[in-house]
């Protein structure tokens, strides 16, 4: 697991990271459980986000989950094929920041 923040911290624990209400579970219709691969915690200024790669009997797909302070959650799926895609569109808008 690793961990990132907006501001500089101590290196990424390797300790388990607690639960924080999307582990385990099915996967969302793709062919039952789900197992972690890895996953990457990210502490941003209001949220915390967890980025979860997840291998099913379907193959492998990312999770994206967000939890804010006020304790709401958020969740979206896709599959690994899209990746690249994802990658292009967030460089894309960080490039409009």
């Given at each position: 697991?690793?961990?990132l923040t907006?501001s500089?911290?101590?290196a990424?624990?390797?300790?388990p990271?607690?639960?924080h209400?999307?582990q385990?579970?099915?996967?969302?219709?793709?062919?039952?459980?789900?197992?972690d691969?890895?996953?990457?915690?990210?502490?941003?200024?209001q949220?915390t986000?967890y980025?979860?790669?997840?291998?099913?009997?379907n193959?492998?797909?990312?999770?994206?989950?967000?939890?804010?302070?006020?304790?709401?959650?958020t969740t979206i799926?896709?599959d690994?094929?899209?990746?690249?895609?994802?990658?292009?569109?967030?460089?894309?808008?960080?490039?409009h920041?």
């Amino acid at each position: 697991m690793s961990e990132l923040t907006g501001s500089p911290s101590p290196a990424p624990s390797s300790q388990p990271r607690p639960a924080h209400g999307f582990q385990g579970g099915q996967g969302g219709g793709r062919g039952g459980f789900a197992q972690d691969v890895h996953s990457v915690t990210i502490h941003g200024r209001q949220r915390t986000f967890y980025v979860d790669l997840k291998e099913s009997g379907n193959g492998k797909f990312l999770k994206i989950s967000e939890k804010s302070r006020g304790g709401q959650k958020t969740t979206i799926m896709f599959d690994v094929e899209d990746l690249d895609q994802m990658i292009a569109a967030l460089q894309e808008m960080k490039g409009h920041i």
